[in-house]
T-cell receptor
Framework: GEDVEQSLFLSVREGDSSVINCTYT??????LYWYKQEPGAGLQLLTY?????DMKQDQRLTVLLNKKDKHLSLRIADTQTGDSAIYFC???????????FGTGTSLTVIP | IAGITQAPTSQILAAGRRMTLRCTQD?????MYWYRQDLGLGLRLIHY???????GKGEVPDGYSVSRANTDDFPLTLASAVPSQTSVYFC?????????????????FGEGSRLTVL
C-alpha cells in the first residue's frame, strides 16, 4: 500500500497560523485529502486537492501541494480553540478503490 | 439526518467471545469500508466492499470477517475476540466505485464503535 506520514502532535496559540504537514508516496494521478476528527466523533472531510494542482484555498484553509517532494500541507489561518482536533492526511489513487490515511496530527490550540 | 449509523457505540467483551459491529448507511453508497483507529497508527483498513455482494481484504483483515448482503448494511464480525482487537472501529461509505478523474469520492464516516477486549 501507499505510505502517508504525518507528525503526531502540534500546539499553537489562538490567533496564530497552524501548518500541518504530510508526506505521501507519489502516484501518476492522486487525490489528496484533509479530514478532521473532533473528540469522540468520526472523520469529516475538510478539503481535498487533485495532484495536478499546486494550491487550493477555502476561507481560513490553504492546501499546498509540492508534487516533486511528495509533500502536502494544510495551513489554518487565525487558529481558534474550535480547531483543536486530529487532522488526517489521506491519499486516493485514481482507479483504485482504497484510501490510505496518515497517522493523524493532534492539533492543540492554546488560549 | 441521513448518514452512517454504527452500533454499539461502546462494548466491553471477554476474550474468545464472538462480536458483530453493525453499520448501516442510508445514502445508497456503493462502497463501504471498515477501519480501526489506534494511537500512533492512524486509520488502518480492515475490509471493504465495492458493491453489494462483493468484499475485499484491507491492510489488517486477520481475525475479522464482513458480509455485504445489500447496499445499506456492512457488518463486521470478530469470530473470537483477542485483546489486540481493542480499538475504535469506524465504518465509512463512498458513492464512488473507483476514484475516476473529476469525482472526488468523499468518505463519510460513522461515529465509531469503541471495543475493549479483556
Amino acid at each position: 500500500g501507499e505510505d502517508v506520514e504525518q507528525s503526531l502532535f502540534l500546539s499553537v496559540r489562538e490567533g496564530d497560523s497552524s501548518v500541518i504537514n504530510c508526506t505521501y508516496t507519489d502516484s501518476s494521478s492522486t487525490y489528496l485529502y484533509w479530514y478532521k476528527q473532533e473528540p469522540g466523533a468520526g472523520l469529516q472531510l475538510l478539503t481535498y486537492i487533485f495532484s495536478n494542482m499546486d494550491m487550493k484555498q477555502d476561507q481560513r484553509l490553504t492546501v499546498l501541494l509540492n508534487k516533486k517532494d511528495k509533500h502536502l500541507s494544510l495551513r489554518i489561518a487565525d487558529t481558534q480553540t474550535g480547531d483543536s482536533a486530529i487532522y488526517f492526511c489521506a491519499e486516493s489513487i485514481v482507479g483504485v478503490d482504497q484510501f490510505y490515511f496518515g497517522t493523524g496530527t493532534s492539533l492543540t490550540v492554546i488560549p | 439526518i441521513a448518514g452512517i449509523t454504527q452500533a454499539p457505540t461502546s462494548q466491553i467483551l471477554a476474550a474468545g467471545r464472538r462480536m458483530t459491529l453493525r453499520c448501516t448507511q442510508d445514502m445508497r453508497h456503493n462502497a463501504m469500508y471498515w477501519y480501526r483507529q489506534d494511537l500512533g497508527l492512524g486509520l488502518r483498513l480492515i475490509h471493504y466492499s465495492n458493491t453489494a455482494g462483493t468484499t475485499g481484504k484491507g491492510e489488517v483483515p486477520d481475525g475479522y470477517s464482513v458480509s455485504r448482503a445489500n447496499t445499506d448494511d456492512f457488518p463486521l464480525t470478530l469470530a473470537s475476540a483477542v485483546p489486540s482487537q481493542t480499538s475504535v472501529y469506524f465504518c465509512a461509505s463512498s458513492d464512488s466505485i473507483s476514484r475516476e478523474v473529476g469525482n472526488t469520492g468523499e468518505l463519510f464516516f460513522g461515529e465509531g464503535s469503541r471495543l475493549t477486549v479483556l
